[in-house]
Structures are given as structure tokens and as C-alpha cells.
């Protein structure tokens, strides 16, 4: 089983700046894909970013491109999102997702382990 424990969410100004990390405690996500997503009251829970923790192409929401930025540390087994001037339609939960099917992108469904979400909440 993989755990995912999402952290540092917050309210942010707009055009300000905040990283958002997910770990998975007491193992290497290995062969594992791992996706950011994020969901608005009343609103769907829509795709942000994901990549392959061995690497390879980096794939971003067409509304987050450009803005933010997936990444990782391996020494701390833990995924990154960098969110830079980030916009009050950014205001949501944000969730980390890992999955070993292997699809790049992948599909929601091919996620398997889920993190609880954290609150980010950017002012005007």
C-alpha cells in the first residue's frame, strides 16, 4: 500500500508564491506515477499535473502551464507542487495521486492511492 500525506496548503496572495509536498512515508514511489489534482466547491475534481517518478515527459493542465511546476526529491521521496502567481480560480483542495499503470498521461481512474487533500486558498 502506498500512503500519500499532502501538506503546506494555506491562503497565498495572488501572485505570491507556494509549494505544496506530498510524501509517502517509509517507501520509494519506484515505478510509480505521481499526479496532482484539485477540486473547487460544487466543481469536478479536474487534472493539474503528473510525471513519472523515474522520469520522462512532465505533463500540465492547459490552465496551470506555464505557472506551476511538478518536481521531487528523491533523498525525501516526496512530490512537489510549485505554484508561482497563482490566480483566485486556483482556490481549491489540492490531492496527490499515485499509480503503477504505466499510461502517460494518465487517465483519473488509473489512480489507485490518494492522498486527504490540503486546502489552498489564494486572495485577490
Known amino acids: 500500500q502506498v500512503q500519500l500525506v499532502e501538506s503546506g496548503g494555506g491562503l497565498v496572495q495572488a501572485g505570491g508564491s507556494l509549494r505544496v509536498p506530498c510524501a509517502a512515508p517509509?517507501?520509494?514511489?519506484?515505478?510509480?506515477?505521481l499526479g496532482w489534482f484539485r477540486q473547487a466547491p460544487g466543481k469536478e475534481r479536474e487534472f493539474v499535473a503528473a510525471f513519472r517518478w523515474s522520469g520522462g515527459r512532465t505533463y500540465y493542465a492547459d490552465s496551470v502551464r506555464g505557472r506551476f511546476t511538478i518536481s521531487r526529491d528523491n533523498a525525501k521521496n516526496t512530490v512537489y507542487l510549485q505554484m508561482k502567481s497563482p490566480k483566485p480560480e486556483d482556490t481549491a483542495v489540492y490531492y496527490c495521486?499515485?499509480?503503477?499503470?504505466?499510461?502517460?498521461?494518465?487517465?483519473?481512474?488509473?489512480?489507485?492511492?490518494w492522498g486527504q487533500g490540503t486546502q489552498v486558498t489564494v486572495s485577490s
Open positions: 517509509g517507501r520509494t514511489f519506484g515505478t510509480y506515477s
Open positions: 495521486a499515485a499509480e503503477a499503470i504505466g499510461r502517460m498521461p494518465p487517465a483519473i481512474s488509473d489512480y489507485r492511492y
